[in-house]
């Protein structure tokens, strides 16, 4: 199957301020362009052959998107429409010769939406013959209503279409599975001198030849203006928040991390990888361990907890960028525990060197700290390779913990200390129960 994105339109309300040199397919959000953004989601879908309907600066457009092909991994074909400034039903027709009358996807290039639409929509349509299938959502789920195409349904079948209709219950999402009915009803309503696909979609109803999905509020956005592109990228970023987050994750990381660190990353460095973004975090942590070492516990713990808010960011631009991999969580995981054992390590040289304590029980705490910290990765790994089970992981409250320590070490170095002994406590006891409830499960 293809899919079809039609990027041939000027958006002028779009490409202002800072966008305004900007064509409106490569206007930039959140680290990709909307081009960019609207194949990979697509490709997330499992299509990977594309039919990209150009016309406004129509040159610049082709010549981004085919530098950027061998990172999309996809198979690219593009139509040149030098009329579309009559109506995106033109752009439509324009890619009939490219599908060889097979059924499509069809999308438009300044539309996000949530990854899991486009995969129940081809399930979804496997069952309509060859009917075409629009996705529709509630008015009171959009941004811009006033710029919405409306639809009026009864018992779930669509009646009229338009963007001046008064009597309207739902909305054009944007996102089509077409058959080739679509290219018979964009003639006809051409021929006639109606050129906007809502036109060619009217036509469909009268034959009875759509259908509708609901998408049951789930995220979209059509980005016509700086306001909703702003909507948009908020959304987006309050999406990154995960069930699985820990306490100091949901209630103190995510807030930096997703309102400030990863759209300022992306702003700076666009190109950016989540791989980078690790070795950042990573980079971040030694730095803290070397404050550590020459005597500099308070900027030491800040670190260590600007490393942990980072450990968040790159998941967060890995998702951003559609660019989650299965190396990229490895790295990640390696790169962790490396962290994790060099501030230790860093936190143990500072209490020999103040020698606050007695050196024997300074090791044996550290020894048990830095033994419990991998251990509690490896039997988290484990537990999913072995028993296919997940426990919750907790590295954002032990890494909060030593930078409380390490802040209140300006009040008396005892902090670190006792930093120690509460991860060394916490992390064994973990490991323990851990065991407990495996092996519980295994007897079951």
Not at 77 to 87: L, P
Not at 137 to 144: H, I, T
Not at 429 to 436: A, D, E, F, G, S
């Amino acid at each position: 199957m293809k899919a079809v994105i039609l990027a041939a339109g000027k958006g002028e309300r779009l490409s202002q301020g800072e966008d305004k040199s900007k064509p409106k397919p490569l206007i930039p959000l959140l680290g990709l362009s909307l081009i960019e953004r609207a194949i990979l989601s697509v490709k997330k879908g499992g299509i990977y052959d594309f039919v990209i309907v150009v016309g406004y600066r129509s040159e610049e457009v082709v010549k981004y998107v085919e530098e950027k092909q061998k990172r999309l991994g996809v198979n690219l074909d593009f139509v040149d429409n030098e009329e579309w400034k009559k109506g995106n039903g033109v752009s439509v027709l324009k890619a009939r010769e490219k599908l060889k009358d097979e059924n499509f996807v069809l999308l438009m290039c300044d539309h996000v939406f949530d990854l899991s639409i486009l995969k129940e929509l081809l399930e979804y349509a496997k069952n309509r013959g060859d009917k075409c299938v629009l996705c529709v959502d509630k008015p009171e789920n959009v941004f811009d209503l006033e710029d919405a195409t409306k639809i009026l349904l009864e018992r779930n079948k669509p009646k009229a279409i338009g963007k001046g209709i008064k009597n309207y219950n739902a909305v054009d999402c944007g996102l089509f599975y077409c058959t080739p009915a679509i290219f018979n009803a964009l003639v006809e309503e051409i021929g006639k001198g109606k050129y906007e696909l809502s036109d060619a979609v009217q036509c469909l109803i009268d034959s009875d030849n759509l259908e509708v999905f609901d998408v049951h509020g789930r995220f979209w956005c059509d980005i016509d203006t700086q306001e909703s592109l702003k909507y948009a990228k908020n959304k987006m970023l309050k999406s990154l928040e995960k069930p699985t987050d820990g306490i100091i994750s949901r209630y103190i990381n995510r807030k930096f991390s997703t309102k400030i660190f990863t759209p300022l990353i992306l702003k700076i460095y666009k190109e950016v990888t989540p791989n980078q973004v690790s070795l950042l975090s990573f980079g971040v942590a030694v730095i803290s361990a070397l404050l550590f070492l020459l005597c500099h516990p308070v900027i030491g713990g800040f670190l260590i907890q600007l490393s942990s808010i980072l450990d968040g960011c790159d998941g967060e631009i890995a998702r951003l960028k559609n660019m989650s991999t299965g190396i990229g969580g490895f790295i990640d995981a390696i790169l962790d525990r490396y962290a994790d054992a060099i501030i230790l390590l860093g936190m143990f040289y500072y209490l020999m060197v103040t020698k606050i304590f007695d050196p024997l029980a300074v090791i044996f705490i550290s020894s048990l700290a830095i033994i419990g910290s991998l251990m509690v990765s490896y039997t988290a790994a484990r537990a999913i390779a072995d028993l296919n089970y997940r426990h919750r992981g907790n590295r954002d409250f032990r890494l909060f913990i030593l930078f409380i320590g390490g802040v209140l070490s300006y009040i008396h170095p005892v902090s670190v200390f006792f930093s120690m002994v509460i991860i060394a406590l916490m992390t064994n006891i973990t490991v323990m129960w851990r065991t407990v409830i495996s092996w519980k499960m295994f007897r079951e």
